[in-house]
């Protein structure tokens, strides 16, 4: 089981805070596993910070272990209740 520590939130924060936030989990955590999740417009933003991650900073060392793809309800800013898709990548060290 994934501690909610290893978990990264993805949104409009500068795309290299979370790259250097999800290598800091395994690097200097020891984290055995890190779930990168996102919804809505910043997916991409989450699937492109899990390549960077598994293809450059830490190439050899971390797998995509998992992907789950939902969808959530949440009400806007017009109080209206709308359907935002979701990701969950969850990265795990190779043994």
Do not use: C, H, W
């Not at 999800?22 to 055995?32: C, E, L, P």
């Not at 779930?35 to 899990?50: C, L, M, P, Q, Y």
């Not at 293809?55 to 939902?70: A, H, R, S, Y």
Request: glycine share 4%.
């Amino acid at each position: 089981m994934v501690k909610d520590d290893n978990v990264i939130f993805i949104g409009s924060k500068p795309f290299m805070n979370y790259v250097s936030g999800v290598v800091m989990q395994f690097t200097t955590q020891d984290s055995k596993e890190v779930i990168v999740k996102a919804r809505g417009n910043f997916i991409s933003r989450a699937v492109d910070v899990t390549l960077i991650v598994t293809k450059n900073f830490l190439e050899g060392q971390v797998e995509i272990k998992d992907i789950k793809i939902d969808t959530e309800e949440l009400e806007n800013k017009k109080k209206k209740m709308v359907k935002v898709s979701t990701i969950e990548l969850t990265l795990a060290k190779k043994k």
